[in-house]
């Protein structure tokens, strides 16, 4: 069975822009969560999709949002880019019903310029 | 605040030696979690996970132990081996989805 995988892999944007990550989880997994990884903040929660509704979200500005679609694919999107937002930024999908293990994709390095 | 967070940020294990990361957490509500390795240039790769109404859970050379009265989750590796060498961390479940709250993670090198 394919893993998660995301698209693109690295991305560089310059502050002010916008950017769109997408992510395709395991096949049968409905659940897909996005993190942001930082050498100075760790792993942090961004959202939490589940049949195409945002059933969690984490303390990130408005800048950042998502959505899911039918097939459970997931994107990601910044707006008005910042500096800091140069991270890390990994999806993980998991089988809702039955358990809560998440598996991660290899995630999406993007840096602001 | 609500916090996981782990001990060590660095551990370094001669090859063949048993490997111990720990971690704390503070929620006592958490009622689930996991642990993941994670390789440089790639994603957190599950390893192992127990619940919080068990003490120790046991995998392929890896061994988890909980103690809820401490609020201490520990990684037990057996037979440390180079490719065991990664960022390990520790996570718990917060709420009644499935959004993790991740320690920083500790690396450990494995030496020849």
């Known amino acids: 069975k394919a893993g998660v995988t995301q698209t693109p892999r690295y991305l560089i944007k310059t502050r002010g822009q916008q950017v769109t990550l997408s992510c395709s989880p395991i096949s049968g997994h409905r659940s897909v969560s996005w993190y942001q990884q930082t050498p100075g903040q760790g792993l942090q929660f961004l959202f939490e999709?589940?049949?195409?509704?945002?059933?969690n979200k984490g303390n990130f500005p408005g800048r950042f949002s998502g959505r899911q679609f039918s097939n459970s694919r997931s994107e990601m999107n910044v707006s008005t880019l910042e500096l800091g937002d140069s991270a890390l930024y990994l999806c993980?999908?998991?089988?809702?019903?039955?358990?809560?293990?998440?598996?991660f994709g290899p995630g999406t390095r993007l840096t602001v310029l | 605040g609500e916090s996981v967070g782990l001990h060590l940020p660095t551990l370094s294990v001669q090859e063949g030696d048993n490997s111990i990361i720990n971690c704390a957490y503070s929620n006592s509500a958490s009622d689930y979690f996991i642990w993941y390795k994670q390789e440089s240039g790639k994603g957190p790769q599950f390893i192992i996970d127990?619940?919080?109404?068990?003490d120790k859970r046991q995998g392929q050379r890896v061994t988890v132990l909980l103690n809820k009265t401490v609020k201490h989750l520990s990684l037990q590796i057996a037979a440390t081996q180079p490719g065991d060498s990664a960022v390990y961390f520790c996570a718990e479940k917060v709420d009644s989805g499935y959004a993790l709250n991740f320690g920083k993670g500790t690396s450990l090198l494995v030496t020849p």
């Open positions: 999709y589940f049949s195409e509704t945002q059933r």
């Open positions: 127990i619940r919080s109404n068990m």
């Open positions: 993980a999908s998991s089988l809702a019903d039955r358990g809560r293990e998440q598996f």
